[in-house]
């Protein structure tokens, strides 16, 4: 019913940004609880920013934190992650994903883990190398 569409992702120098965009479509009626995830060859999957339907409760990686930004748009359906001071070791696949949180999930930390996603798009690579 719902897809979801990343885009963004490129070749950056080490210290540059990049702002990436995910759109879920589909019909839904509902905000969705959006996230973003990357996976890097041979690595895990692992939680990089997650938003809540209303976009006032965000969650971040330590890893990531200070220098990315999660933020959505609910008149687009659209979420963003804007990656700035990038390092060689943000180069990953980035995946963005969408949950409509029927079973009414109060804590954002909840949306860390992948397997509470119903949606996900294909990935963008993100590649940070000088």
């Known amino acids: 019913q719902v897809q979801v569409v990343e885009s963004g992702g490129g070749l950056v120098q080490p210290g540059g940004s990049l702002r990436l965009s995910c759109v879920a479509s589909?019909?839904?009626?509902?905000?969705?609880?959006m996230g973003w995830f990357r996976q890097a060859p041979g690595k895990e999957r692992e939680s990089v920013a997650a938003?809540?339907?209303?976009?006032?409760?965000?969650y971040y990686a330590d890893s990531v934190k200070g220098r990315f930004t999660i933020s959505r748009d609910n008149a687009k359906n659209t979420v963003y992650l804007q990656m700035n001071d990038l390092r060689p070791e943000d180069t990953a696949v980035y995946f963005c994903?969408?949950?409509?949180?029927?079973?009414?999930?109060?804590?954002?930390?909840?949306?860390?883990?992948?397997?509470?996603?119903?949606?996900w798009g294909q990935g963008t690579q993100v590649t940070v190398s000088s």
């Open positions: 938003i809540s339907r209303g976009g006032l409760t965000i």
């Open positions: 994903a969408a949950d409509p949180n029927l079973g009414g999930v109060s804590s954002i930390r909840y949306y860390r883990h992948s397997d509470n996603y119903m949606y």
């Open positions: 589909g019909g839904t009626r509902s905000s969705l609880v």
